[in-house]
């Protein structure tokens, strides 16, 4: 799992408990999701199909920094699924975990397109060519 993004926990992200909105995390994570499949699938057309159980294993409060993690699950042919754990930064406790997120590359028309993609590719490996 690697964990790239931080986020701050602000005010306007807290619920009427205090706590951290899952709403907000659910946006976090999916604009992490997407960023990611884009870029490793290289097509902005890139859209979320499905995520699978959605575990809040703890919370977080004001002022607290999180960290967002995502790993492979498998390239298939137009999708990219993706498994994703958000954890305190300085705790390591586990927020939330998200067995699969399946990201799907579409065409022009808005259909499945294959991406041709099998593994992991680093944007400097390719500006390297
Ligand atoms: C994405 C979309 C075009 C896929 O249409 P579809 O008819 O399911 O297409 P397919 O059956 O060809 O499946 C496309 C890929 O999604 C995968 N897939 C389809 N349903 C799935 C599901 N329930 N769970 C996981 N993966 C799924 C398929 O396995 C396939 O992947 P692969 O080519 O790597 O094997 C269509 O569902 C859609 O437009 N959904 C809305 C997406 C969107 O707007 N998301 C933003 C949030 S609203």
Redesign the pocket.
């Known amino acids: 799992m690697n964990f790239h993004t931080r986020k701050w926990i602000k005010p306007e992200d807290l619920n009427p408990n205090e706590t951290l909105f899952g709403g907000r995390l659910l946006e976090w994570i999916d604009e992490e999701a997407a960023l990611y499949a884009i870029i490793q699938l290289e097509n902005p057309r890139t859209?979320?199909?499905?995520m699978s159980e959605i575990n809040f294993r703890s919370s977080a409060k004001k002022g607290d920094i999180i960290e967002i993690g995502l790993e492979v699950i498998n390239f298939?042919?137009?999708?990219l699924?993706l498994a994703c754990e958000v954890r305190n930064k300085m705790t390591r406790e586990v927020i939330i975990s998200i067995d699969?997120i399946?990201m799907?590359s579409?065409d022009e028309a808005?259909?499945?397109y294959?991406h041709g993609k099998a593994e992991i590719e680093y944007v400097k490996d390719r500006l390297a060519k």
Not at 47 to 50: L, N
Not at 76 to 79: K, Y
């Open positions: 859209v979320t199909k499905f298939g042919r137009t999708s699924t699969k399946t799907v579409l808005g259909n499945p294959p």
